[in-house]
């Protein structure tokens, strides 16, 4: 059997957002790697072994994965929205990098999936209709002045910007500090929509004003999107429509 | 019957790459409404009608199907990649916005897809996999100077960028303004990657360097990826890895 490794993307939740590719590579696996509650979306059958690892061990489960494929078996990672979006295939090329050269001739590829922020904006409208920037607000994996010099350059720029990671249970406080910036920057009427487990049973969405947004209304499944200076709120008889103009004047 | 208007992402071109739900909303619509080539894309049947129009008809095409449903039809906007970057999303509000009030009452939802630059991102590697921004270089909808700003701030901020529409037949001259910005502000060394076509039979990738890339390397059907400073190329006996590693050091 020849080895393998795919870094597939779920999509944000339901499976009516899995691409077929995806689906097609699942059902070929003899083994799924993953985060515990992503490999629990995944039915187990005869022959397909689940490998199911706590959060922050991404390297040791791309080497696991990397090591299963040079051994002749057909893996898949499983990674909620896209693989490459802050999630587990920049990780498996780290390790590939970082490991014995023979990972280097194994059978690599990444599935795109449906990303968390682009879920997030279909259900709101079309905040990110415009130019836009998707920021990582984790400090775990790089330091908090290289988040606040983006967070500024991104708000003199007028883009949009996407937020993952927003808030942990461990560093509240950054995301605090991030709200009081793009406050003090952008003014209290700018645009901020909380997106919780968008595609769920517990999706929730919450359209406010910066003036009007605290810490608490993000956890670590909800994306955060920033309008631009020009981002729009639309009263409908439904849930109100964000979206952000395809044009800016001279 | 009850109108309704779907905003359908078909992603890059692949079918594997179509979302079951965008497949489910194309089989129970009477209208499939979009720009040539999207159209294209879907089989005729009975009971179905497609209107494909020509591109820079963007606002025309939004009043139709939101005309159509409120008329009772069951209209799917088509777009390549995802509806709500730099696609049909945006200009279907805008139309809702200036429009007859019984259109914000109209069931409108956007179903999001593959958009290009994941698709792309996901072929080389991970060179999306920290921290990035999504810039359309025409200038057809905004001034030459912010697209200069906005580029400047990315690499200050030292993001990843994603661009697309990076060069029209009309005005071939601003794709070789922002390859000359790259190059002075990041050096010839940057990594630049060309995909073009991605998951269709015209699909190319060519990874090389901001001081070898040439402004005919891009035409309007291929999106560019330029990485950060930190954003790698592994050499394999297959094509080369570009990553984005996802920490950056103090």
């Known amino acids: 059997m020849r080895g393998r490794v795919r870094i597939a993307g779920l999509g944000p939740g339901d499976q009516a957002l899995v691409t077929p590719e995806v689906t097609a590579a699942l059902a070929e696996a003899t083994d799924v790697i993953g985060y515990i509650p992503y490999v629990a979306r995944i ?3 005869d022959g397909l072994t689940l490998h199911a690892s706590d959060n922050r ?3 040791d489960r791309a080497r696991h994965a990397l090591d299963l494929a040079a051994r002749g078996r057909r893996v898949v990672i499983v990674s909620s929205g896209d693989p490459g979006v802050f999630a587990m295939a920049a990780a498996v090329f780290e390790a590939v990098e970082a490991g014995p050269a023979n990972w280097r001739d194994l059978d690599i590829s990444v599935l795109p999936g449906i990303t968390a922020m682009l879920a997030a904006a279909a259900r ?8 836009f920037c998707a920021i990582n607000l984790s400090d775990n ?5 290289l988040i606040e010099k983006r967070l500024r350059l991104a708000v003199e720029g007028d883009f949009a910007m996407a937020f993952y990671n927003p808030r942990s249970k461990s560093r509240p406080e950054g995301f605090e500090k991030t709200l009081h910036l793009l406050r003090d920057a952008c003014g209290p009427d700018r ?7 968008v595609s769920t049973p517990e999706e929730n969405l919450n359209v406010t004003t ?22 729009r709120v639309v009263d409908t008889s439904r ?3 964000v979206y952000t103009p395809r044009f800016t004047p001279e």
């Open 210 to 231: 910066l003036g009007n947004a605290t810490p608490d209304m993000a956890d670590m499944r909800t994306v955060v999107i920033v309008g631009s200076s020009r981002t």
């Open 124 to 131: 709101a409208g079309a905040p990110l209709g415009h130019d």
């Open 191 to 197: 645009v901020i929509l909380f997106a919780r487990a």
């Open 141 to 145: 994996l790089k330091p908090w002045d």
């Open 43 to 45: 039915a187990p059958r």
């Open 57 to 59: 061990v991404e390297l």
């Open 239 to 241: 849930s109100p429509i």
